[in-house]
């Protein structure tokens, strides 16, 4: 078995947190999944926006919170996926979500938990502690 690398970060503000996540992005392939854990109001979503902002320019990321899949066309294309929502496997079959994983595309997964099977195994799992106004604790895990 291969080992996991694991990389951990601390960001005192939201201004550092969103360097974290644009550094981290900037090692994004097409074709690589990022799944973002940690509680609602965690970072999630800031970590994506930050992210998209690296890779292709402009203010582009609103919560998709409930539309489950914003599509950011560029080189490469961005699908950014919250599944907050999503309550089951038929859920996830009526809205095709599978589509967004394709090799031409980065793909961030909020809540992946509620959808384990979606995933493949080559996620990269971004983990995020902390709430409020406290630092971020971000765990970076790459299989
Ligand atoms: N150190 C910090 N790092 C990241 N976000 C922070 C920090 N301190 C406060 N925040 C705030 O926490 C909120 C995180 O919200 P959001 O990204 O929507 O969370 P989630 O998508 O996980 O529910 C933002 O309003 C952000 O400004
Ligand atoms: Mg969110």
Redesign the pocket.
């Known amino acids: 078995m291969l080992a996991m690398r694991v990389t951990h970060a601390r960001?005192?503000?939201?201004a550092?947190?969103s360097r974290v996540a644009a550094e981290f992005a900037k090692t994004l392939r097409a074709g690589d999944v990022v799944a973002l854990s940690?509680p609602?109001?965690?970072?999630?979503?800031?970590f994506v926006a930050a992210a998209v902002h690296a890779l292709l320019g402009g203010d582009l990321v609103t919560?998709p919170t409930f539309t489950f899949w914003h599509r950011y066309e560029g080189a490469p294309m961005v699908n950014h996926l919250d599944l907050y929502r999503v309550e089951g496997p038929h859920d996830l079959a009526t809205l095709g979500l599978e589509d967004a994983f394709t090799d031409d595309a980065i793909v961030f997964v909020?809540w992946p938990e509620r959808a384990p099977d979606l995933l493949p195994a080559s996620t990269l799992r971004v983990t995020?502690q902390?709430a409020?106004?406290s630092?971020?604790e971000l765990e970076i895990a790459r299989p």
Not at 11 to 14: E, H, I, K, L, Y
């Open positions: 960001a005192s503000d939201p550092h947190f940690g609602l109001g965690a970072g999630k979503t800031t919560s909020e995020i902390g409020g106004d630092p971020r």
